[in-house]
């Protein structure tokens, strides 16, 4: 009898479990089993996995065959088991050293005549064998770019099973074509075993606001000073934000222009990123790391699987976990199903997913800035000074209400988008502030809040809870009247009151201000109602 054994890595969206990987062989009738929890795609990797061997030029072990994926009762599933299956089976028949293979975390699919392909996740499953201690890892050559963002590991990509088996017995490696098959490029693996063994870092990086095109720029929007205003402090604070106003006024085009107004994504909060678009299988070949905040926004029709995660058998990450760290965009807010809005709500405030199916759960981080755009009423001219709109009082009350009260509650900002008049589009010219202008007062103020707050887990005001802001940086007595008045009259709710001094510190923090004043508070109340304190009303929402 002869047992080796290596390392894969099981995952549930973005968090792993490091697998062991165990070959047996025993004299007997030749015959393979696969046990460990092992959904259908990963009971077929035993079909793949012997063409793979016996298509490398190795032999294949005539005798009875198991192999054990332990822990058995984590449920595994994917192709990217079959590098590590392989080589165990090797090792377990002595054609490669099992103590060579002891050590390595190993992942990727093999082709039929032994080309190693890639897979989805290959960042998380680094990210959980060098939490597990693991210091040298085995990917396909396409993926190497990406598993080397993690620090302290060592990365070796192949291209097919015929330079592994090489490299892990010490022989000469053989070159081997590259992934489009085009003649006389190098064939070599990216590294070596040993001493030195690594994979360079790349030399681009993939930027995630406009899919790696240029970011539009808010020099483009002509008037809408209350909505440039909201963007700028949504932007500083990470506070959500609501666009309420006719066709045409210009809602879609200033949220495009949010991304741009972020601080670019820090390495910690890069890689979280990267790692749920790997899981995703949305990394673009060449540009592994995601280095601006992400820009995502579905269609109103979307299903609550495909904004918050979900799906049949193993859930897939949403469009909420894709716009971690930047920005969620919805359009036509009021035209999408309830239940799927609403689900919106527990990870607005807790900034992950957790979604259950009988395969498992997954939580996946969704710590996301959130827009929201919607009509007045159906037809969209509700309000209008042309009187033109014709839905019954009836119906644009249902249409409102399609916007519940508890998300409402959680959006910062509420600002009503105005058409632009003739006067303001000629007169402006599209001159108004650039992205990379407002951008350094918004890096400006982050860097403010973030020294401010120090070592808390928090560093933008939009995360602060509400008590911490009350007790421990509460604003100047008195500054706080006009929004304690409001909440006396129930326009606001207690949470209400906590996002008003969020935002007022926003404001305060723009401004270049130590503390909150109660103009700065003013502010804040303006920008979630509208109604602009000692001027009249500077645009009540309908």
């Excluded at 949470?495 to 008003?500: M, T």
Aim: glycine share 12%.
């Amino acid at each position: 009898m002869a047992v080796a054994r290596t390392c894969a890595v099981a995952l549930v969206g973005v968090e792993g479990v490091v697998v062991e990987v165990q070959a047996d062989l025993e004299p007997g009738v030749a015959a393979f089993s696969l046990v460990g929890l092992a959904d259908k795609s990963l009971s077929e990797s035993r079909d793949r996995v012997r063409a793979a061997v016996i298509n490398s030029g190795a032999e294949w072990p005539q005798k009875k065959l198991t192999v054990g994926l332990s822990p058995a009762a984590v449920p595994k599933c994917g192709s990217g088991f079959d590098l590590a299956v392989a080589c165990a089976v090797l090792a377990a028949a002595e054609r490669i050293d099992p103590r060579a293979i002891a050590d390595l975390m190993m992942v990727g699919e093999l082709a039929l005549d032994g080309r190693v392909r890639p897979v989805r996740g290959v960042l998380p499953a680094v990210l959980t064998a060098v939490d597990a201690g693991y210091r040298q890892v085995v990917v396909p050559e396409q993926a190497a770019a990406e598993a080397s963002l993690v620090p302290d590991v060592s990365v070796l990509g192949v291209r097919s099973l015929r330079q592994l088996i090489a490299l892990l017995a010490d022989e000469p490696v053989p070159e081997e074509p590259s992934a489009g098959g085009q003649p006389g490029e190098p064939g070599r693996p990216r590294a070596a075993l040993g001493p030195g063994w690594g994979y360079p870092q790349p030399a681009g990086l993939y930027c995630a606001a406009g899919g790696g095109q240029a970011v539009p720029d808010l020099a483009d929007v002509s008037g809408q000073r209350l909505a440039r205003r909201a963007l700028e402090v949504a932007a500083a604070g990470r506070h959500h934000l609501l666009f309420k106003g006719p066709p045409g006024a210009g809602k879609t085009m200033l949220a495009e222009r949010l991304p741009g107004l972020l601080p670019p994504l820090t390495h910690q909060e890069s890689l979280e990123v990267t790692a749920v678009h790997s899981m995703s299988g949305s990394l673009p070949a060449g540009r592994p790391l995601i280095d601006r905040p992400p820009y995502c926004a579905p269609h109103h029709s979307a299903s609550m699987a495909s904004l918050v995660g979900g799906g049949t058998g193993v859930p897939r990450p949403g469009a909420m976990s894709l716009a971690h760290h930047g920005v969620l965009f919805i359009d036509e807010a009021a035209e999408m199903n309830n239940q799927v809005l609403d689900a919106l709500r527990q990870p607005l405030e807790s900034g992950h997913v957790v979604v259950a199916r009988a395969a498992g759960a997954m939580r996946m981080p969704a710590r996301v800035l959130l827009v929201l755009a919607a009509n007045p009423c159906p037809c969209g001219r509700h309000g209008s000074p042309a009187g033109e709109c014709e839905c019954l009082p009836a119906t644009v009350r249902r249409y409102r209400a399609r916007l519940s009260g508890p998300l409402l509650d959680r959006i910062d900002l509420r600002v009503l988008v105005e058409p632009v008049s003739r006067a303001e589009l000629v007169a402006s010219g599209g001159g108004g502030e650039s992205t990379a202008v407002v951008a350094e007062r918004v890096l400006a103020a982050r860097e403010r809040a973030a020294a401010r707050y120090g070592g808390a887990p928090w560093s933008a005001n939009g995360e602060v809870p509400g008590h911490e802001l009350r007790s421990r940086w509460a604003p100047p007595p008195g500054a706080l009247d006009r929004a304690e008045q409001d909440m006396d009259r129930g326009l606001l709710t207690a949470r209400g009151l906590d996002r008003v001094l969020r935002v007022a510190w926003t404001v305060a923090d723009l401004a270049g201000h130590d503390r909150p004043t109660a103009e700065d508070v003013d502010a804040a109340l303006e920008l979630r109602t509208g109604v602009r304190r000692g001027a009249g009303v500077a645009g009540s929402l309908p």
